[in-house]
Structures are given as structure tokens and as C-alpha cells.
RNA sequence: GCGCCCGUAGCUCAGCUGGAUAGAGCGGCGGCCUUCUAAGCCGCGGGUCAUAGGUUCGAAUCCUAUCGGGCGCACCA
């Protein structure tokens, strides 16, 4: 990165004037007339040298060595703003490294190191996902991606709630619509899950173990159906993922806190560490200590856990199973749940070792209404249903282009254009029309290559604005993971693309043959490929961080 | 009542740790098809950045207050 050249010589500089060490900040101007980069840094130490800005800058100005950087001019504006250009060949060389690196380009090793666990979904095992988790779904994975791509090891993994009172539920509802089924006058139970689901759920019962189960006692058909309920949601949850392109390192159970005695080791430590004190029958943890409005109980004047004790014995766990952080992405109404977790662990030792991603509501529109995810005949209710109308791209794509922390509407109608519309579409679409091009030229992409090519022929404006944008998709990965926010790839996908669908479009033989890709000439042509081909690389790569296709071609409905 | 998120163009949203005339997509209006796929492209119009103060050379961005929307405030999970 020629930046990166340039950054240091400016800190070099800097902190000599300055006698100390400054840092020193590159940003890419919005307005192209300000350079390539451009940095403060002069207005910054004014106040700090008691000299104008533009005095500073001069100083700094003159001591820089151009072409060490690949500079071709420097130039101050207006409050004292260095505004930076590099030489074309700069970006040349950079168009010949991204084709080099191919698949890797856009891959950093700023987290090499880090191991990292990004917890997601975590859905209960009563019930098929709906839309709000496949939001969290595509945002948990893109996140996971995103941390890959910048070197760290990371792991996805999948909380089980597979004990607690929501499966007592669980097994009730289940086995009242299997009595029902056989013509028994039984009542679903207070709080206990009322959807369609069940009904079939308890027609597989039947088929499977009816008799079995007749025969069994009360006891044991509770327990028989209680694990074949949980068994059977959460395979169908992990199905439904699977086909989202979601997959799990490892979907780590709550029994299994409970069947490694976690919950006793947790509480033993805490204990020792002064940190717990009984009042009124219960047991409460001092999570006001760390910044919490009020300490929390951990366990029940009943002697039974409340929901937050295994989930603080889970989480000690992740850091004993070696892991330098953990994110969680967790719905909005789990917010409220954040100072009592953070708390608790810092009571453990583990004040930064929790990060938590809220990820806020979806609401559907169709046709200018809003879609309400209840379950009514026709209507969207669940992540599957969603996805199998609009496809997976689609889904991903508009859950992950939104900020997670603002709520989102999700516009079907949008989701549904077959056309350029529809952003996902637009980015697909320009890196269709990059494979087109090879084809056409009847050239592998390998045969693009920027060693048998002079790049220096690529002199139109548009050619070289392109180039500077592929190259800024490395410095996108990075920030995008450092914000965990995968929207910030998303943006720059769709800027990306429609800078490529303009060229692709200005150079339509139709139009401006002096343009086209596939030109007369010869050398100009095999430079163009090149441009071409780290387009598609630029595209694919993007698109497959984020999970998504990158299409080879559009299919094409034939128009009426 | 307290806490968290949000309030930017008609609609949906970007705006990176304050920076140079506030951006995109959709919708609207006007052009452009014997195509490297027009499912498109080019251009135009459109904003008191909720409001009021404050900090700063400089605020959509930071601070305070107010108004509006969402969510959460259990010995539920």
C-alpha cells in the first residue's frame, strides 16, 4: 500500500517537528480535486507548536522525499489540509498486486493471534427461526468472516438452550397435541407454544413411537418427548442454516454446563472471590460492583438457577477453551441484558473479554404494508419462508446492508426486482458482465495477466478511478471488521459496481468502441483485460465474504 | 421513572476515531436500444442533518437539555 509508505514518512517527519510522537492520520477526501489522500495532521500540531497550520504544513511539506512515496504532487489547501496524488504507476503496480493475489487480495494479518468466538443465533430449540434470527445469522457469519479475513482464528458457534423451563414447556405442548391427536380433551399449558408446528411435529410422534409411547409412564413419555422435541427443532434449525449458508464450528449444549458440573465452578469461584452474599432465600452475585444498576440473583430461593447462572458458567467456559474474546450477537430485546453479563464476568477476571453486537428489529413490507410475522395462511413467518421467496443472496444480503445497531425494513418488493433495483443484483450483475467479457475475449482469466500487459495504456479517467477504487477494498475489510460491520462492505460493493457498470457501459461498442474492453487494438486490449479481471476479483471476493454467489452469468428472463 | 438504540432528500438508509460545496439506492422528471446481456445507461431536481444551547479554527459527528419512534428494566428465559 503506497499509504502506508507515505504514513511513515509523515510520522517520521512529524515527530521531529513535534519532539514527540504523533500519529498520523491518511483519509481519502470525498472530493477527488483533494488528492488521493490527504491528512490534518498540520492542523493539528498548530495549536501544539503555536504556528499556522499552513506554516506547519510548509515544514512538513518541505522534508518530504516524493518520490521515496511515489508522490507526483503535494499540494496544501485550504485551513492547512496536505493533499496528497500519487504517480499513475503507483496504481498501476496496485491493479498487477491485486491480480496477483487473486483470492487472498483484501486478506490482512492485523488479528493473526487473536482467537476469537462469535456466538450466534443462539435460538431456542421450540420452534422453527424466524426472520429476526436470520438477520442475526447473516450478521453473526458475515462478522466471523470479516475476522478471517483479517487473520484472526476464529470459531462460530451456536448456544443451545436446551434446558430450563422453556423446554418443560416444550415437551407439554408436544405431548398435548399428541394426545389431542387421539382424540383427548387436553389444553395447551400457561405459556406454552401454540404454533401449527406442533401439531405436525406430534403427528411424526405418532408415526415414529405411538405405541411406544402408550405403553410408557407418565414420567418417561415427558422425558421421551421432551428430547426427541429438542432433537427434532434443532436439526431442523441447523437445516434451515445449512441452506442459509450458515454453518456452525460447534452448537454447544446447556446440559452440558450442567452434565460438567460448570454452573458449582462457577459459583465456587465467585464466592471465593467475595463476590456472592445470600439474601431473602436466594443467592445474588455483587454485579453492581462492575457497573451493573442493581446485583443480580443466581439462584432461586427454590434452589433452582435463574436463566443468567449457566450463561455466565458458558461464557467462563469460552475463555477456559482458549479464547481471547468472544462476540455475541443478541437481539434488541436482550440489550438490558448486557451491564449483568459484562458484570459478571469482570467479577471473574474478565473484564474485556465479552463483546456484545445488538442486532435491532426487521420489519417486512410488501406492497407498502407491513408483513406481520404472525402466522397467517400465506404470510411470511419464518427465515425458511423468507429465503425460499427471495433467494439466499437476496436475504443475506438485505440483512446485512443495514448498520445492526438501527432498525430495518426489509422491502420485499425490492428483495423480489429481478433488475439492477435491487442492489444485490446491481453487484452480481457487474461481476457477470466482467466473466462476459473474458469469455467473449476467449481468454481465461489467467490469461490476463499484468506481466504481458502495459498498464500504463489505461489512461482514461474512468479506468483510473476504478483501479483506485479496487484498491481500497483491503482498507474497507479491515475497518468493516474493526467495527464489526459488514454493511460497510456492502456499501462498498454497490459504489464499486456502479463505477464498473458505468465503464462497462461508456465503452458499449455501440457507443464509444474507443471505450470497449474488446478493442481493436491489441495491446490496449490485453490492459484492459487485466483491469477487467481484477474487477471480477475485487467483486467475487467481496461478495463471497459475505457470503454470496458470484455468478459466472445472469440468468435472463426473456422480456416480454 | 431509569437505561440502550434511533431521528439525515418523498421513501429506505450511508456518512469511518469532528475536517474542506452533506452522499447512495428507490421513487419523480428529461434524454438514450442494429448491446463487450438496455434486467441497462446518462442527466436533472430534491435536505433548517428532530429542536435549542454549548465546546472547537472547524460539528450531521462530541457535551447538555427538550421533543418524537423502538426496545428493555424479574428469584422469566
Known amino acids: ?80 489540509f496536505i493533499n496528497f496524488r500519487f504517480a499513475e504507476s503507483v496504481f498501476q503496480s496496485q491493479l498487477a498486486s491485486i491480480v496477483e493475489a487473486d483470492r487472498a487480495f483484501g486478506r490482512s494479518s492485523s488479528g493473526a493471534g487473536r482467537r476469537v468466538m462469535v456466538e450466534f443465533v443462539s435460538a431456542n430449540p421450540t420452534g422453527p427461526l424466524h426472520v429476526a434470527h436470520g438477520r442475526g445469522a447473516a450478521i453473526g457469519d458475515a462478522i466471523a468472516s470479516l475476522l478471517e479475513w483479517t487473520g484472526h482464528e476464529v470459531a ?79 436439526s431442523e434449525q441447523e437445516e434451515d442454516l445449512r441452506v442459509f449458508r450458515v454453518v456452525f464450528d460447534e452448537w454447544y449444549p446447556e446440559t452440558r454446563i450442567y452434565a460438567e458440573n460448570r454452573i ?42 435463574t436463566y443468567f447462572t449457566p450463561d455466565i458458567a458458558y461464557h467462563r467456559e469460552k475463555a477456559r477453551r482458549g479464547f481471547d474474546l ?64 427471495t433467494g439466499v443472496d437476496v436475504a443475506r444480503y438485505f440483512f446485512l446492508m443495514r448498520s445492526a445497531e438501527a432498525q430495518m425494513v426489509f422491502d420485499l418488493d425490492l ?20 466473466k462476459s467479457i473474458l469469455r467473449k475475449a476467449g481468454v481465461e482469466p489467467e490469461e490476463a495477466d499484468p506481466r504481458t500487459a502495459d498498464l500504463g495504456l489505461l489512461t482514461d479517467p474512468m479506468e483510473q478511478a476504478l483501479i483506485k477504487q479496487l484498491a481500497l477494498f483491503p482498507e474497507v475489510v479491515e475497518r468493516a471488521a474493526d467495527a464489526r460491520a459488514p454493511h460497510m462492505v456492502c456499501e462498498y460493493l454497490e459504489a464499486t459496481a456502479g463505477m464498473v457498470n458505468s465503464w462497462y457501459h461508456a465503452g458499449n461498442p455501440s457507443r464509444n468502441p474507443a471505450l470497449a474492453v474488446l478493442t481493436e487494438d491489441e495491446a490496449l486490449r490485453r490492459a484492459r ?32
Open 1 to 80: 500500500m503506497p499509504s502506508e509508505r507515505l504514513k511513515e514518512q509523515i510520522e517520521a517527519i512529524v515527530s521531529e517537528l513535534a519532539g514527540t510522537e504523533v500519529p498520523v492520520r491518511l483519509e481519502r477526501p470525498r472530493n477527488p480535486e483533494h488528492g488521493d489522500v490527504a491528512t490534518n495532521v498540520a492542523m493539528v500540531l498548530a495549536g501544539r507548536l503555536g504556528r499556522p497550520p499552513r506554516e506547519v504544513a510548509e515544514a512538513i511539506v518541505e522534508r518530504l522525499d516524493r518520490s521515496q512515496a511515489g508522490l507526483a504532487s503535494v499540494e496544501i489547501a485550504g485551513p492547512g
Open 264 to 305: 458449582q465452578d462457577t459459583l465456587r469461584e465467585l464466592g471465593e472471590r467475595g463476590l456472592t452474599y445470600e439474601a431473602d432465600g436466594a443467592l445474588w452475585l455483587r454485579t453492581t460492583t462492575f457497573g451493573d444498576d442493581k446485583d443480580r440473583v443466581l439462584v432461586k430461593g427454590d434452589g433452582t438457577y
Open 156 to 234: 462460530r458457534e451456536f448456544y443451545i438452550n436446551d434446558a430450563g423451563v422453556q423446554i418443560d414447556r416444550l415437551a407439554e405442548s408436544l405431548e398435548v397435541r399428541w394426545r389431542q391427536r387421539q382424540g383427548e380433551a387436553a389444553e395447551l399449558p400457561e405459556g406454552g407454544y401454540m404454533g401449527e408446528y406442533l401439531v405436525d411435529l406430534a403427528a411424526e410422534v405418532e408415526a415414529e413411537a405411538g405405541d411406544k409411547l402408550r405403553a410408557m409412564d407418565p414420567g418417561a413419555r415427558r422425558q421421551w418427548l421432551r428430547d426427541w422435541g429438542v432433537r427434532r427443532l434443532r
Open 529 to 560: 483485460l487485466v483491469l477487467t479481471r481484477g474487477v471480477s476479483i475485487v467483486l467475487r471476493n467481496g461478495l463471497e465474504l459475505l457470503g454470496l454467489t458470484a455468478p459466472e452469468r445472469m440468468e435472463r428472463e426473456d422480456a416480454e
Open 326 to 389: 468472544a462476540i455475541d450477537v443478541w437481539g434488541a430485546d436482550h440489550h438490558g441484558y448486557v451491564p449483568r453479563m459484562k458484570a459478571a464476568l469482570a467479577a471473574l477476571g474478565l473484564p474485556d473479554f465479552l463483546e456484545v453486537v445488538i442486532v435491532q428489529i426487521v420489519r417486512v413490507m410488501r406492497g407498502g404494508k407491513e408483513v406481520r410475522l404472525s402466522k397467517r395462511a400465506g404470510e411470511i413467518v419464518t427465515l425458511r419462508d423468507l429465503f425460499e421467496e
Open 415 to 434: 428483495a423480489l426486482d429481478h433488475s439492477e433495483k435491487n442492489p444485490v443484483y446491481k453487484v452480481q450483475y457487474a461481476h457477470a458482465r466482467m
